[in-house]
Every structure is written in C-alpha cells, then in structure tokens.
C-alpha cells in the first residue's frame, strides 16, 4: 500500500470516528420530536391522498382508517419520548383536524366539482370541507316550530336557572352533553341547573333543537351540532352583492312560502337579515359569535339569552 493511500485511509477513519463522537448539532429531544412530528403529518397527508386516490379510481369513498390509526398512535408516541420537551403537546386534534381540511380541499379542487351539492335529501355537503349542512325551507317571515328546517325559526343559546339567573343552562340533558362536546372556547351556558337553582327558563335551545335532529336521525345521521364561528362563516359568499350571501345550494331559485319540500334542491332557503348562531364563545362575555349573511358580512357577539337567532346544523362527514 503506498504512503499516500495509507495516509488517506487514517484520515477518513479518523474523520469518521470524530463525526461519530460528535452530538447531533441542534439535535434536542425538542428538535426531535419536532422533527418527527414533521414527519408524521407528511405520512398522514400521503395516507390521506392515496385514500382519496384510489376512490376516485374505484368509484368508493375513501377508506382514511389506516391514516388516522397509525397518525395518533405515532404522534403520542413521540410526544412520550420527548418527556415533556416536544415544543408543541396534546395537539393531535388541532393537527389532524389542519392536514385533514387541507387534504379535502385539495382533492375537492382537483375533482373540478362544485364546492356545494345537494344530496337530495334535505342536506348539503360540502366538498371542500367534508362537512354536511342542514337545509332550510320556508322562507315566509313566519315561524312555523313544528317544522325545525323552517328558514325563519329562531332560538335562544341558552337560558338562565330561575332560582339563580346568573348561571345559564340548557333544559335538558341531551342538550346538555351535546352543547358541552361541541361548544368551542368554553362551555358556559351548556350545564344543566342544579339542586337548588330552579329549572331552566327556556323550553328550548339552539342546542335542543340539534339534539332533537339527532333523535330522528335526520338525513341518517345522529352526530348533527351547532357549528362552529369558522364553519359557519365558511359558507358566506363575499362576492354577493344581495341578500342572502351564500351560494346557490343554500338560496335556491324556489325559495319562497311555497318552498316546503326539503328534498328539491331548487328549494333551500337562508335567512339574509337575522344573524345564525355559532357553537363559538365570545371572548370576555356570556356571549356566542354570530354570523350575518348580508353583503360584506360581519361576525358579531350575541348574548346567549337575550338575543334569539337562527340556527343551522352541521355535521362532520359527507
């Protein structure tokens, strides 16, 4: 072996022992589990995509099963060997609920469908967000309570105890669970009264009124919610000049007084000059975000039970 060879040899053998004594520069229990989680979120994208993938070449809806499993088992995971360093924690509902939303959105832009369809049966999914959405009929300036998709029926977030008026509730215990699994950024207004503090002082809620969806199973499902400022806010058309500003699935041509079958697409109606209730607490007050669907629309802060609105339900799923 010549001189030079054998010197060129130790020299790489040395360079690679002192990289391997070297620590990884930068390379924390923070920075791992950061880059793990990384990691993680790009799997469950590419999970999420080949799903939806091979639903458009089956003509199925796509099976997400395996993303979610893996996703949360490999993301508490990492969370447990970061002993507590990982920059973020216990966000796995916030991150999976990002990268699903922005999975959806783009296998709906990749499918040129429209972003609103009517499934024929008294609702509408929408395909952007994979959410589905009540329809509303109805629309002649009258309530009409024994119908719950009446355009024009309006309801209290919540009531007030009548042994003791400062502690809002819900009037029964389905409401009750409901409103406090689904209401965002805190739960007041969603107990029921206690001993002592008389009975609820409303004979219905927002949150009744959903909960009474449930119980029929409309449109075959029983997991319908009052929707979040987000969700809510998500339908508005910004582009229209007129009353209501939403799209054409939720205004249909028919809408009027003669607008009763929930199931013609023509017929679905929105109410333009009355705010909707959102599940969405107004920071610093006893009150809930609403959105009004006049042009240029603004959200706004209601108090729960002394203004009474409209509600329209949701559902995660298509």
Not at 53 to 65: F, L, N, R
Not at 109 to 132: C, M, V
Not at 268 to 294: K, L, N, P, R
Not at 295 to 318: I, K, L, N, W
Request: glycine share 12%; proline share 4%; with cysteine.
């Amino acid at each position: 072996m010549g001189e030079t060879m054998r010197k060129t040899m130790i020299g790489t053998a040395l360079a690679a022992s002192a990289l391997l004594a070297m620590p990884a520069l930068g390379l924390t229990a923070a920075k791992k589990c950061e880059a793990g989680k990384l990691k993680e979120a790009g799997n469950h994208t590419f999970c999420r995509m080949k799903a939806e993938a091979k639903a458009v070449k089956t003509g199925q809806g796509p099976d997400y099963s395996k993303c979610g499993s893996k996703f949360s088992t490999k993301w508490a995971s990492l969370e447990t060997k970061a002993g507590g360093m990982c920059p973020t924690s216990g966000d796995l509902s916030a991150q999976t609920a990002d990268l699903t939303r922005n999975t959806l959105g783009t296998a709906w832009q990749l499918s040129g469908e429209p972003r609103f369809a009517d499934n024929g049966d008294g609702t509408i999914r929408d395909n952007k967000l994979g959410l589905t959405w009540e329809k509303k009929v109805e629309r002649d300036g009258e309530t009409n309570l024994s119908n719950p998709h009446d355009a024009d029926n309006r309801y209290f977030w919540s009531g007030q105890c009548t042994l003791n008026p400062s502690k809002l509730c819900q009037p029964t215990s389905a409401a009750a669970t409901l409103c406090a699994a689904n209401a965002e950024g805190g739960t007041t207004g969603c107990d029921e009264c206690a001993g002592g503090e008389g009975t609820c002082d409303v004979g219905g809620t927002a949150w009744t009124w959903a909960a009474d969806l449930n119980t029929a199973s409309f449109g075959g499902h029983t997991d319908w919610r009052v929707p979040t400022w987000q969700e809510l806010h998500g339908i508005f058309d910004f582009a229209d000049p007129t009353y209501p500003a939403v799209d054409v699935a939720f205004e249909g041509p028919s809408c009027g007084d003669a607008c009763t079958d929930i199931s013609d697409p023509a017929c679905s109606c929105t109410e333009g000059i009355v705010d909707h209730w959102s599940a969405t607490s107004f920071a610093g007050s006893q009150g809930a975000w609403v959105v009004y669907f006049g042009p240029g629309g603004f959200p706004q802060g209601r108090d729960r039970t002394a203004d009474y609105s409209v509600v329209r339900a949701v559902r995660t799923g298509s």
